[in-house]
């Protein structure tokens, strides 16, 4: 080891000697007696973050995040019962892979996965408690919403969002929506997006000089300038697990709304040319549109309520197999990106099939 480190860190120090010395050090094991002594009496959580940008094909950091999470198992195994728990974080968009090719024996060292996905109630509280501070400080909050109950979803909608977003609007292809499905349906259910769309919203406010009260037009056209951000964020955050992934997904424009999973494999050799050597197939590209949160697959079709309620990879624990034969509908968040034909009057609500979900009550009311 200490060879390895010598000629590949080219350094004449003695790292290994140095690295034993210090963790021998009297200190370190005094510390180490200190922390179980307080975690005796109060757990302690250890929280690993993730990078910002992951390279599926870099194998030497692959390997490193796989060994970090097997460390991270057995430490827990000797330590949590003693009251210390590490926790290790890692993207959606790169765990897959570790699981499926890298980690060793993922039965034993993928122990109690936990996927955070964000409900309805928990993005609604988020957003609006911002808002509820910002206009005590500067003194604009509403009467209405002066007494509000945090652990109710309804009183939060009622006396917080519907005051200022209004309950309901027409959007851009002349269809009423609720104002906070509209809002929620245009992000991947992540807290920093939905809060990029609403300064948005605010940003135009201010300008029309309406803040703290948004008008239905004006959080139409903030969303649409705003989800051309948030879907460029998304191809940024998959460009080292898909080098080129901007002009790949541009095989996509003009796709309609709804359409079927056959016509993915047409667009697919349109990007024949941009993959790595060796790593195109038209199975690739489903599974790439579907990993980016991009394509969906319909689960149900309402056309009397002029509504698609869709599942996204984004919203589930395992992948999202897109086949031939499955409806499939884009993103809401990229129609301005990819320049989507709206030629059914339908709204997509990509939500998934689950209870909490159903609080939301986004069929439509007019």
Known sequence: MN??????????????????????????????????????????????????????????MMRATAALIQCGSEFNREFARKGIHLKILAMAEIFPYLKEEIVLN????????????????????????????????????????????????????????????????????????????????????????????CNAIAHRALREETFP???PESIVSAVHEGENRLAEEVLNSYSSVYPKVGRIVEALSGLPNLFKGNELDKRARLTASEWIPGEYSSFGFRQLVAELGIVGRVRRV?????????????????????????????????????????????????????????????????
Not at 7 to 33: C, F, P, S
């Open 3 to 60: 060879a390895l480190l010598t000629h590949y860190l080219q350094t004449d120090n003695d790292l290994l000697g140095e690295l034993e010395t210090l963790i021998a050090d009297n200190r370190i094991a005094v510390g180490k007696a200190a922390v179980l002594e307080l975690a005796r009496r109060q757990p302690i959580i250890v929280a690993i973050d993730t990078l910002e940008n992951y390279a599926v094909t870099d194998d030497g």
């Open 106 to 197: 993922t039965l034993k060292f993928v122990r109690n996965e936990v996927h955070l996905h964000w409900r309805p109630k928990d993005l609604m509280r988020l957003i609006s408690w911002r808002l509820y501070h910002y206009l005590k400080a500067t003194g604009r909050l509403s009467p209405l919403s002066s007494q509000i109950d945090w652990d109710s979803h309804s009183d939060v909608l009622k006396k917080m969002w519907h005051p200022y977003f209004g309950e309901n609007l027409r959007n851009s292809h002349d269809l009423v929506e609720l104002t906070f499905p509209y809002v929620l349906r245009h992000t991947q259910m992540r807290p920093r997006q939905l809060i990029v769309l």
């Open 213 to 215: 009260c948004f008008k």
């Open 302 to 366: 309402n056309e009397q309520a002029g509504f698609v309620e869709a599942d996204f990879e984004y919203s589930q624990e395992d992948r999202l197999p897109l086949m031939v034969t499955d409806y499939c509908v884009i993103h809401p968040m990229f129609y301005r990106k990819l320049n989507v034909a709206v030629n059914r009057p339908l709204r997509v609500y990509p939500f998934p099939d689950h209870e909490e979900f159903r609080e939301l009550d986004y069929v439509p009311v007019g």
